[in-house]
Every structure is written in structure tokens, then in C-alpha cells.
């Protein structure tokens, strides 16, 4: 298995710019997490999907993020419009619900640098 | 709502040393715990994870944590540090309905020769 694909790794924009996040989860796996980490506040749960339905996106910090999974093999995060302050490393992370199996498993994450 | 508290945001051991670094939760349901180690430019690994069997976990690297419920604490050991130990750790713990982890802070282990 190839693990869960975040692309790209690296992405620098300009301040006011759309900027889209994808992610790929591990065949089989039914939930499926995008966290934000910064050294000011950790690893933050953006939002998270139970077989692709939207489940809470209360970490999502503005109307500026959205998140979709058409399917369960694709996700994305979208920032429009990008600012400074959103600059970050964004992780993807999938999960299979049965409890006995329970753990995520991290992408590499992309790292976003707003300018 | 449960959170997690990790005790000291840097530990520096030396080679050969043990290494402890302090993992203590808050959970309104009986909890599942997680550590997890991240290398640099790197995405989060599983290290081990507790889900009401046996107390005393053992992970991948040498590495183990017990859960303690009366301290309510998940300490993570390994008797003897080696240099590629070098890296953030981050202890977790389920949220209620069992979805969701919830990440403290990390603990960056610096290992000196």
C-alpha cells in the first residue's frame, strides 16, 4: 500500500491567491481527517468524513476554507482567498473505523507558505 | 471533552540513556491512547497504541508506554536512547464516540552523543 498521498508537498502563493490541497487515503479506509500544524498551535482538526459525508467541520477556521470528498479515494482543502496567516503544514490522515484497528495514518502533509 | 497534556515541550537525554517523556489525559469516556513520532519534513508514524487490553504497550523502535487510569497518564520509555530516536513525539487520545484525536502539544526528544 502505498499510504496516503497528499500533493504537493510544497506550495508558496501570493497573498489573495486559491490555493488547493489534495489527498488521497489509504484503499479501504472509511474515515479520512485534514489537521493543521504550527508551532503556535500544534495539530488542529480541520474537519473529518465518515464514508465521504462531512461530519464536523467545526476546526475549520473561516468561510475561506472548504474541504470535499466526491469520493473515497479524493479529497481536497481549498483556500480562497490565501493570506499570510495560513501559512502552515496541512496533513491528511485516514482511518478504518473498526475500533479493534483503530489509528490514523498520516500523509507527508504540504507545506504552504503564503507571501 | 478530553485533552492531552505533554509535560515539557523539549527532553534532552544522551546515547545510551532512558528516555521518559510524560503523557497525561482528560477523557469523559474510557480512552483510547496513541503515540505517535515525527522526523523532520515528515508526516506523523504511529509508535504504539492503547485500546483496553493489556496495560503495558509495546511499539515499533524499542519503545513502550503504560496506561496508568488511577494517575490518568500514557508515559512513553525506552531503556536505552539511540541517536535516530532524535524527533517530535505526540501523544493522543480518542475523543467520545471514538471518531476523532485529540493531539497534545509534542515533545521533541533531543538525543546527544
Known amino acids: 500500500d502505498a499510504g496516503v498521498i497528499q500533493s504537493p508537498r510544497h506550495e508558496v502563493t501570493e497573498m489573495g491567491q486559491e490555493v488547493t490541497l489534495r489527498c488521497k487515503p489509504i484503499?479501504?479506509?472509511?474515515?479520512l481527517f485534514w489537521y493543521r500544524q504550527t508551532m503556535m498551535r500544534g495539530l488542529e482538526l480541520l474537519i473529518y468524513?465518515?464514508?465521504?459525508?462531512?461530519?464536523?467541520d467545526s476546526g475549520m477556521p473561516e468561510d475561506r476554507f472548504s474541504a470535499k470528498m466526491p469520493n473515497a479515494s479524493f479529497s481536497t482543502l481549498k483556500i480562497q482567498p490565501s493570506e499570510p496567516r495560513d501559512s502552515a503544514v496541512y496533513f491528511c490522515?485516514?482511518?478504518?473505523?473498526?475500533?479493534?484497528?483503530?489509528?490514523?495514518?498520516f500523509g507527508s502533509g504540504t507545506r504552504l507558505t503564503v507571501v | 471533552a478530553q485533552s492531552v497534556t505533554q509535560l515539557g515541550s523539549h527532553v534532552s537525554v544522551s546515547e545510551g540513556a532512558l528516555v521518559l517523556l510524560r503523557c497525561n489525559y482528560s477523557?469523559?469516556?474510557?480512552?483510547?491512547l496513541f503515540w505517535y513520532v515525527q522526523y523532520p519534513n515528515q508526516g506523523l508514524q504511529l509508535l504504539l497504541k492503547?485500546?483496553?487490553?493489556?496495560?503495558l504497550v509495546k511499539g515499533i523502535n524499542g519503545f513502550e508506554a503504560e496506561f496508568k487510569k488511577s494517575e490518568t497518564s500514557f508515559h512513553l520509555t525506552k531503556p536505552s536512547a539511540h541517536m535516530s530516536d532524535a524527533a517530535e513525539y505526540f501523544c493522543?487520545?480518542?475523543?467520545?464516540?471514538?471518531?476523532?484525536?485529540?493531539f497534545g502539544k509534542g515533545t521533541m526528544l533531543l538525543v546527544s552523543p
Open positions: 490522515a485516514s482511518s478504518n473505523r473498526d475500533r479493534a484497528n483503530y489509528g490514523y495514518t
Open positions: 484503499s479501504g479506509h472509511n474515515s
Open positions: 468524513f465518515n464514508n465521504n459525508v462531512p461530519i464536523d
Open positions: 477523557s469523559s469516556v474510557p480512552p483510547y
Open positions: 492503547y485500546t483496553s487490553a493489556a496495560t
Open positions: 493522543a487520545v480518542t475523543g467520545s464516540g471514538y471518531s476523532t484525536l485529540t
